[in-house]
């Protein structure tokens, strides 16, 4: 219809000029602000990381003292918050609680929601880094069952949502500082990819002037689903489901090929990347070195033996199907001691800062219009209407 292209899943379109996140998919490439993933999965920190996503460079050593000790006088929530956990059945999925108590949360802070006013858009900023872990240990300690404990500052932002999930009201936290620098660095590789559902919902509910914690709420539910972020917890029970049905890799990958029941390879596959995503390549590195400290684990074989048959297949080649960021992820989760149900919400801790940087973004750059895309119209043309006795 007239001037109005087709594009299902928006596939050619860009939405927006960015100057956060850079993506080569066929050759493989992802830099955050120019810096590439590897590099900063080597050296930097998530606070690092997120303060490059946010505010476009490197921090020196004093600004990022700065930034750090202002996140750790925001972990705490405004006490009246903790009803609202009692509110969900034990059973909730912890993603729906989070993205709940995101919107919640912003009717706390009703005097900075004007996206216009750049202090109340830094305030916000704070708050949602600061409280969102908080928030998410929350809604895990609920579903087990367990008292809620208050962020010890002496910590880290990692580290004390470490304390907060896994910690108990008496007894001393023995903190594993490799597996707080696992996590670090699992939410380094998570922090922004450039224009995906999740991070686009974001956008587009922010281009009408919503808040910041609206936009981050939506961003939450987008990211739910098992073809966004809710991977990680279906390879886990995919590969779960292959080692009790026996092991065999064959056979399962021969389901895929024949989509029988719409069975997918989950963790493969991927819009933008049509080779191998650089961030899976530094997850498979970590789970090795994980797990020869940890110990052997027969799924981490039979991701691998999944992952050499899909790559030598010609179905996966002709599509160009790789490993994404998932195909490792829940393996390392499980490990930690998270349950499946809590995997998305480390995805969302992780993307936090690159959904705020990219609001940001969007609300400071005057060419920015609401979003409202089109349609082609296919249902029935002009007809009258009946009475129901003559239908
Ligand atoms: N297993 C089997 N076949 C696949 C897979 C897969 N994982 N992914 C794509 N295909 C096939 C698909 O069936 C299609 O085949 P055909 O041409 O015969 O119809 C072809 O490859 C092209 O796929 P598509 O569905 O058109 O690709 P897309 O860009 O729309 O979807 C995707 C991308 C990530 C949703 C998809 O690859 C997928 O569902 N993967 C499994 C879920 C997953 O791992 N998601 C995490 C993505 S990375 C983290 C994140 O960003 O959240």
Request: hydrophobic residues 40%; aromatic residues 10%.
């Amino acid at each position: 219809t007239g001037d109005t292209t087709l594009d299902v899943g928006f596939v050619n379109t860009a939405s927006c000029q960015s100057e956060i996140t850079y993506i080569d998919g066929d050759a493989g490439i992802l830099r955050y602000r120019g810096y590439p993933i590897e590099q900063l999965a080597e050296q930097s920190s998530f606070l690092e990381t997120t303060y490059l996503l946010i505010y476009g460079e490197l921090p020196s050593a004093s600004e990022l003292e700065a930034f750090d000790q202002r996140l750790r006088r925001h972990t705490l929530l405004v006490e009246d918050m903790k009803n609202f956990f009692d509110g969900f059945p034990r059973d909730a999925h912890p993603m729906s609680v989070l993205s709940s108590a995101v919107s919640a949360l912003g009717t706390f802070y009703q005097d900075s929601h004007d996206p216009h006013d750049a202090e109340a858009v830094e305030i916000s900023t704070i708050r949602l880094l600061a409280k969102i872990p908080t928030i998410a240990s929350y809604a895990f300690r609920k579903s087990q069952g367990q008292s809620l404990l208050y962020p010890d500052n002496d910590f880290n932002l990692v580290e004390n949502f470490l304390w907060m999930t896994f910690g108990q009201p008496t007894e001393k936290y023995d903190l594993d500082p490799d597996l707080a620098k696992a996590l670090d660095l699992l939410f380094i590789l998570h922090a922004d990819h450039e224009q995906n559902c999740s991070t686009s919902t974001v956008r587009l509910v922010g281009s009408s002037e919503a808040n910041l914690f609206n936009a981050i709420s939506a961003g939450i539910h987008a990211l739910s689903g098992p073809l966004h972020g809710g991977a990680n917890s279906a390879v886990l029970n995919m590969l779960g489901q292959i080692h009790r049905d026996g092991g065999d890799v064959k056979e399962f990958v021969r389901k895929v090929k024949n989509k029988e029941q719409g069975v997918k390879l989950m963790g493969f596959g991927h819009r933008v990347y049509k080779n191998y995503d650089p961030r899976a390549a530094i997850v498979k590195k970590t789970a090795h070195e994980l797990f020869e400290k940890a110990g052997h684990n027969p799924l981490l074989d039979l991701a691998m033996e999944l992952e050499q048959t899909a790559l030598e297949d010609d179905y996966f080649v002709e599509r160009k199907l790789y490993p994404n960021v998932d195909f490792y992820t829940g393996l390392i989760y499980e490990s930690m001691g998270f349950p499946s149900n809590m995997f998305t919400v480390l995805f969302a801790i992780g993307r936090l800062p690159g959904w705020i940087a990219q609001y940001r973004e969007m609300i400071n750059d005057p060419a920015t219009k609401i979003g409202r895309p089109r349609q082609v119209y296919i249902g029935e043309s002009a007809r009258d209407y009946l009475p129901a006795a003559q239908r």
